[in-house]
C-alpha cells in the first residue's frame, strides 16, 4: 500500500525552502511568480511532496537543515536580500559561513544597528514576525538634544503622528540624552518618528534585544550560531509564558 502524499499550504512549502517568511511567500504566488507542476499558483493552493515547484523559473525545495544565525549588523547596511539602488546588504556580512538560503526576520533600517536574526526556519519567521506574537524588542537610544521629561510618559501612554498611534511597551531613561525603549509591534521607523515629533534626532539607535535573544558582546559586524537551548527559548516565548497578563500590542 503507497502512502499517503503529504500536503503543505504552499507559502509554508515555500518558507521552508529558505524563499522567506510565510507572508513574503503569499506575496509571490499572489504575484503569480510561483508555478507547482508547471501551472501558475494563486493563494490558498497546497502543493504536495514530489511535487515540482518553481519560483521564477527556477526549482525550489525545502532545505534539510535549518539554521539560526545572529548578526550585529551596522549602521549603513540595509536589511534586504538584495538593493536595487546597490546599497550594501546585511545578509553580505554572513560570507561563506552560510551555504543555506536564509532571510532576516523583521527589519532595521539603514542607520540603525544591532541584533538582526536570519533564518530559513518559516514558522519561526511566523511567529516571531507576526503582531500576534508580541515579542518585545528592546533599543538603546541616544539623542543629540535633551530627552523632554514628558517624553517617557507620553511614549507609554501614546503617541499620534501624521495620524499613525505609536506606543511603546516601557520606556527608560539613563541620562538626558540617552534612553532604553521596549517596542512590541514596531512600525516603520517608528523610534525615528517619535523622536523626530519631540524635536529630537538619534545620534545612535540599537536594538539589543529581541524576546530572550540578547546582543551580547558579539562584535559589530559579526555573527554567529544560536544554541539550541536559544532558538527553544525564542520558540516558547509569549505573553503567557512570561507571565504578562496581555497588556495588547504595542503599536
Known amino acids: 500500500m503507497t502512502a499517503p502524499k503529504e500536503k503543505v499550504r504552499l507559502q509554508a512549502y515555500l518558507a521552508k525552502c529558505g524563499i522567506g517568511s510565510r507572508r513574503a511567500c503569499e506575496s509571490l504566488v499572489a504575484e503569480g511568480r510561483v508555478t507547482v507542476n508547471g501551472l501558475v499558483a494563486k ?6 511532496s514530489g511535487d515540482e515547484v518553481r519560483l521564477d523559473g527556477r526549482v525550489v525545495r525545502p532545505q534539510a537543515r535549518l539554521r539560526y544565525i545572529v548578526l550585529n549588523k551596522p549602521a549603513g547596511f540595509v536589511s534586504s536580500m538584495a538593493d536595487e539602488r546597490g546599497r550594501p546588504v546585511a ?18 533600517d539603514q542607520w540603525s544597528s544591532g541584533l ?9 519567521a511566523a511567529l516571531l514576525g507576526h503582531p500576534s506574537g508580541e515579542i ?17 510618559e507620553r511614549f507609554e501612554a501614546g503617541v499620534e503622528v ?3 498611534l505609536y506606543k511603546a511597551k516601557t520606556v527608560r531613561l539613563e541620562s538626558e540624552r540617552a ?18 515629533h519631540f524635536g529630537l534626532r538619534a545620534l545612535s539607535l540599537r536594538r539589543e534585544r529581541i524576546g530572550p535573544l540578547s546582543l551580547g558582546d558579539l562584535a559589530e559586524g559579526a555573527h554567529r550560531e544560536l544554541a ?24
Open 162 to 164: 501624521e495620524g499613525t
Open 136 to 152: 518585545d524588542k528592546e533599543y538603546a537610544i541616544e539623542t543629540d538634544l535633551p530627552i523632554p521629561p514628558d517624553f517617557r
Open 228 to 251: 539550541p537551548e536559544e532558538v527553544e527559548a525564542l520558540k516558547a516565548y509569549s505573553p503567557k509564558s512570561r507571565g504578562e497578563g496581555g497588556r495588547g500590542r504595542a503599536p
Open 43 to 48: 493563494l490558498g493552493d497546497s502543493a504536495f
Open 91 to 108: 545578509v553580505s556580512l554572513l560570507g561563506r559561513d552560510v551555504e543555506e538560503r536564509v532571510y532576516n526576520v523583521g527589519r532595521l
Open 179 to 196: 534612553m532604553r525603549v521596549v517596542l512590541v509591534e514596531g512600525k516603520n521607523r517608528e523610534i525615528r518618528r517619535v523622536l523626530e
Open 116 to 124: 538582526l536574526l536570519f533564518t530559513n526556519d518559516g514558522d519561526l
